[in-house]
């Protein structure tokens, strides 16, 4: 039973953990996203 209780606590934390963070990494994406498309196509061949 103990076992199992660190278990779902374990899962709430990281549930938690990326509730949290996740609005960061979205908005990191999104900022990644404008900076490619902001790229001329050639610094993109460069990056790819």
């Given at each position: 039973m103990t076992?199992?209780?660190?278990?779902?606590?374990?899962?709430?934390?990281?549930?938690?953990?990326?509730?949290?963070?996740?609005?960061?990494?979205?908005?990191?994406?999104?900022?990644?996203?404008?900076?490619?498309?902001?790229?001329?196509?050639?610094?993109?061949?460069?990056?790819?």
């Amino acid at each position: 039973m103990t076992s199992s209780a660190k278990t779902t606590k374990r899962i709430i934390a990281n549930h938690l953990v990326i509730r949290s963070v996740y609005p960061f990494i979205e908005m990191v994406v999104n900022v990644d996203l404008i900076s490619m498309m902001s790229f001329t196509p050639a610094d993109e061949v460069v990056i790819i």
